[in-house]
């Protein structure tokens, strides 16, 4: 996982709420034994549409999603994360994720970003009418600005998952960092219990 620390670009108003893992990546692209070229099935049965947001060619190269409340509800599938993120996107903003889904995007470096409602219907509204917004992601100071409208938020970001962006650890790499103190564990349980070397 690579280190995030500032993300800016453009953003992609997906005036939708409760949008579930099913509809950001259908089940049937569940059956691919590789982890990439999922982008293509991102939001795939919407994208038939040729009104659908994401078929906008003037929200082209954005990296920010700005989605209803509830985003991201439904399956524990990791695959709705890497589709958005194979798709070009690092982060989400939303009034509200379904936990799983935070829970996966945060392992796999994908930015959820809580706001609140007024907020989020504001930003919706805004690029929406303005496509080339540019937005400044700043996961140090924890904030999201759009200069152009001289808006600056806050947003909460626990401590942990702070430093798993910033650093760029996933869940291997965490445990990695604490391989001394597993090799002292280990070193001190009784002989009469497993170890590595009775595997």
Excluded at 111 to 120: A, F, Q, R, T, Y
Excluded at 164 to 188: M, P, Q, W
Aim: net charge negative; with cysteine.
């Amino acid at each position: 996982m690579k280190p995030v620390t500032i993300i800016e670009g453009t953003a992609v108003p997906l005036d939708r709420s409760d949008v579930d893992t099913d509809q950001i990546i259908p089940s049937d692209w569940l059956k691919r034994v590789e982890k990439t070229g999922f982008e293509k099935g991102l939001f795939s049965e919407w994208r038939d549409d040729k009104n659908f947001i994401l078929n906008n060619e003037d929200y082209a190269g954005a990296c920010i999603l700005i989605a209803g409340p509830n985003f991201g509800t439904g399956s524990s599938r990791e695959h709705a994360v890497w589709a958005i993120q194979q798709a070009g996107f690092d982060a989400v903003i939303s009034p509200r994720f379904g936990p799983i889904f935070k829970n996966n995007a945060t392992k796999n470096g994908l930015v959820p970003i809580e706001i609140d409602s007024h907020l989020g219907n504001q930003l919706l509204h805004e690029v929406g009418q303005n496509p080339d917004l540019h937005f400044v992601i700043d996961i140090a100071q924890r904030s999201v600005e759009v200069p152009q409208l001289g808006l600056a938020i806050e947003f909460e970001l626990e401590g942990s998952v702070q430093d798993r962006f910033l650093k760029g650890l996933d869940d291997i790499s965490i445990t990695l960092n604490n391989v001394e103190a597993i090799k002292d564990f280990e070193t001190s349980r009784g002989e009469w219990l497993p170890s590595q070397n009775s595997i």
